[in-house]
């Protein structure tokens, strides 16, 4: 899909594909037709301006070459990234850019931070249940059904050559040597950024838009996004999707200067022998989660932490995942769970 | 002279390095390594953006929050009455100006007819200054409109249950 632009109900919307999903730059119009560089932004010292001449337009094409850099860079699907140079040299320390640094940086804090139910090492675990391959080429499964409190059954066995896909939650994946910009997988182990790399790509486009002057954007990955500001007079709208298949959103959120994150087992979901899967492992397991939660969203000043935060309640499950996300930073939370149930809380406190 | 060491705790002032100067020798190299570091991240992002933040993750993620309370509802009935969330999108603001949360149509989660902390939060505009009692409504007090009015990693957004039927983008399992 090449880049499309259209203008509608006061918003400049642009769409892409990229890193196996749409990727959206939403303007409001009135940032579109007056550019900052002409605006006096109240509260604003420095930073960027548009250009002169430069059209919103013209903003939202060089922000999908911004996307296309970062994922050539971290998407394990791109046989060159740095994610893939480190997976085929397990044990072996292979130079990185400082960005891929940062995100594998993030990845294991977040690793620790989650006593390991975030986990950047389950590239391997991801394989062995057929997700070797962008999720564009896979057989995607139906549409999820409403069901009791436990929506799965068992997963079927993988592949026998694959063994065991358990990892040590409480080990890291690999090494970083931050001075070198080198890093080392430990054997046994393939990094996989996905849960993180995709919001830390969004956050570094909306950062570079606020900085050549946009003030009222969203940037959105598949559901993943930052807020920037108002829409007009008004916070932003965010529908949240029925997981079973509805055609109007499940919630509809207003979000202003906020990132959200949404994880689910019923969209990325295909087809793997007789059974389906879903991408979201346990890393206990290696395998795909039982949970009985097939939607969370999770609000948060930074995405790559609502990425996280969203995951892994949705891992946990309702009840402890309803209790984890009760102590951690967040600014709220939507939860939907097999049976249709949605859970929600909200806290005015500033997260970090 | 020898100058005494326990009647001058910094050391010699003449021959030598005196303690007090390796400390400002130490805090200079300390100050030239973070802006080495601050240099690098600058010059990751060639375009000149100041990276969203230097902040770690376990700064982001350690500094723990209220805890608000949960509503529970069925899909289907959570765009129904009694959220108390204005059409005009200002009464969304009570709801991160609150720690309370509402339920949907019941009321019964603390926030009464008003939802999501009318009462606290819920009477802002955007262009009121922010005068949310928690702090996490529109917050950045910038007269203009501008919510928070820095960058989205350290700002004072907000969400809460939208009373809109038809949403700007929408978001789903990824």
């Keep these: 899909m090449g880049l499309v632009t259209e203008r509608r109900d006061d918003l400049v919307r642009t769409t892409f594909a990229a890193m196996g999903t749409t990727v959206e730059v939403v303007v409001a119009d009135g940032e579109a037709a007056e550019p900052a560089r ?60 400082p960005g891929t640094m940062e995100v594998l940086r993030l990845a294991e804090d977040a690793r620790r931070a989650t006593g390991g139910w975030y986990h950047p090492g389950l590239g391997r675990a991801m394989r062995a249940a057929g997700y070797g391959v962008s999720f564009s080429e896979l057989t995607p499964a139906p549409p999820l059904q409403r069901s009791g409190p436990t929506p799965w059954g068992e997963w079927p066995e ?8 358990a990892l040590p939650v409480d080990r890291t994946a690999y090494e970083l040597d931050e001075r070198a910009l080198r890093v080392k997988v430990v054997e046994g182990s393939e990094i996989d950024l996905g849960g993180i790399a995709k919001g830390w790509i969004v956050e570094q486009v909306a950062s570079w838009l606020r900085g050549m002057g946009l003030r009222q954007f969203i940037v959105n990955a598949g559901g993943d996004m930052v807020c ?69 969203t999770v609000l948060h000043e930074r995405l790559v932490v609502a990425e996280v935060l969203a995951k892994v309640a949705l891992l946990l499950g309702r009840d402890a995942g309803t209790a984890w996300l009760a102590g951690q930073p967040q600014r709220g939370w939507v939860m939907i769970a097999a049976d249709g149930e949605v859970r929600h809380a909200w806290t005015g406190r500033k997260s970090g | 002279m020898d100058l005494d060491p326990k009647r001058d705790p910094q050391g010699p002032a003449v021959q030598g390095i005196s303690s007090r100067d390796a400390a400002r020798a130490e805090k200079a190299m300390k100050q030239g390594r973070q802006r080495a570091r601050q240099a690098r991240w600058l010059s990751v992002f060639s375009w000149g953006t100041v990276a969203a933040s230097v902040a770690g993750f376990f700064t982001l993620w350690y500094t723990v929050s209220g805890s608000p309370v949960s509503a529970a509802t069925g899909i289907g009935q959570t765009n129904g009455t009694g959220s108390g969330m204005a059409a005009q999108g200002s009464g969304s603001q009570g709801a991160s100006g609150s720690t309370r949360s509402g339920s949907m149509a ?59 039927q038809s949403p700007d983008v929408r978001t789903g399992g990824s």
């Design chain 1, 38 to 97: 002409a605006r006096h932004v109240p509260g604003d010292t420095g930073g960027e301006r548009l250009p002169g001449g430069t059209g919103v337009e013209r903003l939202l094409d060089e922000a999908r070459r911004l996307v296309a850099d970062w994922e050539r860079r971290l998407s394990r699907f791109h046989p060159d990234s740095d994610i893939s140079r480190i997976n085929a040299a397990a044990g072996r320390w292979v130079p990185v850019h």
């Design chain 1, 158 to 165: 993988p592949a026998p050559h694959s063994g065991d896909l």
């Design chain 1, 228 to 296: 920037v500001g108002l829409c007009g007079e008004r916070p932003w709208r965010v529908g949240i999707d029925d997981p079973f298949g509805g055609t109007a959103p499940a919630l509809t959120l207003d979000v202003w200067d906020l990132a959200l994150a949404t994880s689910g087992t019923y969209r990325r979901r295909w087809q793997a022998g007789d059974g389906i899967v879903h991408h979201l492992m346990d890393p206990r397991t290696g395998r795909p989660a039982q949970t009985d939660v097939v939607s969370c």
């Design chain 2, 106 to 164: 019941s009321g019964a989660y603390g926030g009464g007819d008003a939802g999501f902390g009318g009462a606290i939060g819920g009477r802002r505009h955007h262009r009121d200054l922010g005068s949310g009692l928690d702090g996490g409504a529109s917050g950045g007090g910038n007269d203009g409109g501008v919510y928070g009015g820095s960058t989205y990693g350290g700002s004072f957004g907000g969400a809460g249950i939208s009373s809109a």
